[in-house]
């Protein structure tokens, strides 16, 4: 369920061709205009019947079946599913009540997920209300790398159905009203439905019109449903909204869809809304939008040509290879720049070799112009470490007091939470955590540890991924040098190709300092035989020859996260 890209008012229903839906348009607004809580003042006088569970489950269609049905021919994705459901209650008048008990539910015709309803001509009225908690764990392929997506919900259902004597449609005397609720982790979600039905399903024509009214987060959202029996097929089902469309036929999804874009809601770049193309339930990855919502199959060479899309699945897969193969252009270009900085530190090491006379002197007045400053910025020094200090036992204490106010702990000291999300008084679920140093997690919390997401510093983001007993494991993305690049982590510490190649150059690099280092000592003593009467104190030019080596290794060198 996304998040609506517009809203509705209760008054601003789409149309179909050929039905008018004037009369259930206003008996919609009769009831649901107010926004109610239940549907409980429609059923006066019922009592709860006392029904099997089983049968309660599948008059609702809250039972882990059905809810699986819905994904069982999904090609494109894997749906792990766990229901829990509180309480189911089934209310009718005296009557009703023995009628449900006695009647066998049939599979509703024309559709092939596992739902049921009450045979035709079953006459009594009956509220339905049950309280229920899901977790769907989808799995999606991309590129030959399983992705893992956990989403949990709570909802409320009521349902009321009737058989009314005085129908707003003559032609559809059953009608059925609905509230459903469903709260996520970023989900707020009601919905308001009247469904009306003809008194027996036609051998050809409507079986089935509903008006669907969706909020979240503010935002609404009217739906027309139409359930049709066409020549030659069992079922067609158009779902229609003010900016959306969706055609199933005989079950199958099958032309154009329009849907909300849930990206959109975070990213007001993105389009708000996104288009999919379907023939009989195989999905299209690049598709041509024709006329009258129609679309047929396109090759990846038309991408950028007028009305082609491509699915956004696959567009991620695509810029996944675009992303990698822009990395290993990057990494060879700063391979080749390691490569033309040695040799330019070989060439400058050749050519002092060849001035040695001219580099003493120059060492010799460094010496003495860097250690006349050191004594004149001796007590600088020393309050700027006083000022560092301070600063970072105030950063401390600061943080101290971010993870004593947390509202849910964490396996690592060092980290302090900053969501809501808890369970057993340990973090769990969506939620952020900063660091000592400044860093910030945001991703997926169990049981007081991190396990997916992104590290932040600075507000830029240089690490996302999976995390193991709280420490980076895994294939992830990395920042180096303003540029993200794929790396691998094992228990907190890269061990990937690149880094290995990266520590192995710092190494070298260390080295010719090395060499650069001793040839400038060797200078210094050779100076201090000549001048045995001057100081021999240290050489400064040994000193920043020492320190631009350790710039320069640690640069090279993404050892660990933290």
């Not at 059905?66 to 599913?81: C, G, P, R, T």
Request: hydrophobic content about 30%.
């Amino acid at each position: 369920m996304s998040v609506m890209a517009n809203g509705d008012s209760i008054r601003e229903w789409p149309s179909y061709d050929g039905l008018d839906i004037t009369a259930m348009k206003a008996r919609f607004i009769e009831v649901f205009e107010s926004e109610p809580k239940n549907l409980n003042h429609l059923a006066s006088g019922f009592k709860e019947c006392s029904l099997t569970s089983k049968k309660a489950g599948q008059l609702s269609g809250i039972n882990i079946e059905a809810m699986e049905s819905v994904f069982a021919d999904n090609k494109d994705i894997q749906v792990e599913l766990d229901l829990d459901v509180d309480e189911i209650t089934v209310s009718s008048t005296a009557q009703g009540c023995i009628a449900l008990d006695k009647v066998t539910l049939e599979k509703i015709p024309g559709n092939e997920y596992e739902y049921y309803q009450v045979p035709q001509g079953f006459s009594h009225s009956y509220l339905i209300y049950a309280d229920y908690e899901t977790t769907h764990v989808y799995v999606n392929n991309i590129n030959g790398t399983e992705h893992k997506t956990e989403t949990s919900s709570d909802s409320e259902l009521y349902s009321y159905f009737i058989q009314s004597k005085a129908p707003v449609d003559k032609k559809f005397p059953k009608e059925f009203y609905q509230i459903s609720k469903v709260v996520t982790s970023n989900i707020n979600l009601t919905s308001y439905g009247l469904t009306a039905a003809p008194q027996s399903i036609p051998s050809n024509g409507i079986i089935s019109v509903s008006l669907i009214r969706s909020e979240n987060s503010g935002k609404f959202s009217n739906s027309l449903n139409i359930t049709e029996k066409p020549k030659g097929h069992d079922t067609a089902m158009s779902m229609i909204g003010n900016h959306t469309y969706m055609y199933m036929l005989d079950g199958q999804m099958h032309g154009l869809h329009i849907s909300d874009n849930y990206m959109y809601a975070s990213d007001n770049t993105q389009d708000p809304y996104m288009n999919s193309c379907y023939d009989m339930g195989e999905k299209f990855d690049v598709f041509k939008i024709l006329p009258n919502k129609k679309c047929i199959k396109a090759s990846d060479e038309q991408i950028g040509e007028a009305h082609v899309h491509v699915d956004a699945i696959y567009q991620m897969g695509l810029d996944s290879k675009r992303r990698s193969a822009e990395m290993q252009e990057n990494r060879r270009k700063r391979m080749a720049k390691l490569e033309a900085d040695r040799e330019e530190l070989l060439k400058k090491r050749e050519e002092r070799l060849n001035k040695k006379e001219s580099f003493d002197n120059s060492a010799s007045k460094s010496v003495g112009g860097i250690f006349g400053a050191t004594s004149a910025n001796n007590d600088l020094e020393e309050k700027r470490r006083l000022a560092e200090r301070e600063k970072k036992q105030k950063k401390d204490a600061e943080f101290s007091k971010t993870r004593n106010q947390a509202k849910c702990r964490l396996m690592n000291y060092n980290w302090a939470y900053l969501g809501d999300s808890c369970k057993d008084g340990y973090a769990d679920g969506d939620g952020s955590s900063i660091d000592r140093k400044g860093l910030k997690f945001v991703g997926t919390f169990k049981m007081g540890q991190r396990v997916k997401g992104d590290i932040m510093q600075n507000g830029e983001m240089i690490f996302s991924g999976d995390l193991k007993n709280d420490k980076p494991d895994g294939s992830a993305i990395c920042l180096f040098e303003g540029e993200y690049e794929e790396c691998r982590f094992f228990r907190g510490k890269r061990i990937d190709t690149l880094y290995k190649i990266r520590k192995e150059n710092a190494k070298n690099l260390a080295k010719m300092e090395k060499i650069q280092k001793d040839n400038a000592m060797a200078a210094q003593r050779n100076n201090s035989n000549n001048n045995s009467g001057q100081s021999s104190k240290p050489n400064a030019l040994v000193g920043a020859i020492e320190k631009e080596a350790t710039r320069r290794a640690a640069s090279f060198i993404f050892d660990q996260l933290f």
